[in-house]
């Protein structure tokens, strides 16, 4: 069965950091672009940064340059971002995504709580 995982989420105070790690099976991992995405109540699904199946390249949106990296290991089949500086705008639940032609896989999603 193909399964996101996500994890690392949690409460962190502002200028804080967080690592989230989205553990992937049951299908080609190391095949597939993997996107983090985040995403606040009430408002729609946003990008926050994108990797190609090899890592070679990375994407991310604007307000994260700098301050967010994403990155994978294809033989953990796992895909992380790693957040430093958070801003208490950076609250929302974080998602795990995988995407190739067709397919298109989603995590569960793992909530960021960043707040004084």
């Known amino acids: 069965q193909v399964q996101l995982v996500e994890s690392g989420g949690g409460l962190v105070q502002p200028g804080g950091s967080l690592r989230l790690s989205c553990a992937a099976s049951?299908?080609?991992?190391?095949?597939?672009?993997m996107r983090w995405y985040r995403q606040v109540a009430g408002k729609e699904r946003e990008l926050v940064a994108g990797i190609t199946p090899g890592g070679m390249r990375t994407t991310y949106a604007d307000s994260m340059k700098g301050r967010f990296t994403i990155s994978r290991d294809n033989a953990k089949n796992t895909v992380y971002l790693q957040m430093n500086s958070l801003k208490p705008e950076d609250t929302a639940v974080y998602y795990c995504?995988?995407?190739?032609?067709?397919?298109?896989?989603w995590g569960q999603g793992t909530q960021v709580t960043v707040s004084s």
């Open positions: 995504n995988a995407a190739r032609d067709i397919y298109d896989y």
């Open positions: 049951g299908f080609s991992f190391r095949l597939y672009a």
